[in-house]
């Protein structure tokens, strides 16, 4: 469980990773399929109750929360991470999430949302694999490790069996 009450904690987390971005460069950007599931994701989340969005520096996590932010006019919260830096860029992000009491937030970020969530008092799970762009976390922080829902979003993708996230770490 995270420092506090759990009467300071968000109503709900979504955790996100960034749509599907091209594969060279310091910080890509989008390619068409990406912008396209960030579509997705904000109709999927317009009528979520959400208040405020939490993104990295990021271009590619900055662009899939875009549409959503634009739908619901809200200028997204940017928690600046650094590569080398995994467990103070997982408590940067979660103390942000942990700011939006009884909201609904969705965070944006990359391969590493799943520390977030376990940060958050979440499970433990696996790292999201590199080419998998389709996980939608819904994670309720009062209920701790059993508040959580595992969706998907968008396009369909082939996950191979390896890179399938259906149960906590060990």
Request: net charge negative; hydrophobic share 40%; glycine share 8%.
């Amino acid at each position: 469980m995270p420092d506090g009450d759990k009467t300071t904690l968000p109503r709900q987390v979504l955790l996100v990773r960034h749509a599907e971005r091209e594969w060279e460069g310091e910080d890509p950007r989008l390619v068409a399929a990406g912008e396209a599931r960030a579509q997705a994701l904000a109709e999927a989340l317009r009528d979520a109750g959400i208040s405020r969005i939490i993104t990295t520096q990021w271009r590619r996590t900055r662009a899939t929360a875009e549409p959503l932010a634009k739908l619901l006019r809200i200028t997204p919260e940017i928690v600046p991470v650094f590569d080398g830096e995994a467990r103070e860029n997982v408590e940067a992000v979660a103390a942000a999430v942990r700011r939006s009491k009884d909201e609904t937030v969705p965070m944006v970020g990359r391969i590493a949302v799943t520390g977030v969530m376990a940060a958050l008092g979440g499970p433990s799970l696996p790292t999201i694999c590199d080419n998998v762009f389709s996980d939608l976390f819904l994670f309720t922080p009062a209920t701790g490790e059993t508040g959580l829902m595992h969706l998907h979003y968008g396009a369909a993708e082939d996950i191979s069996p390896r890179c399938r996230i259906s149960k906590p770490v060990d």
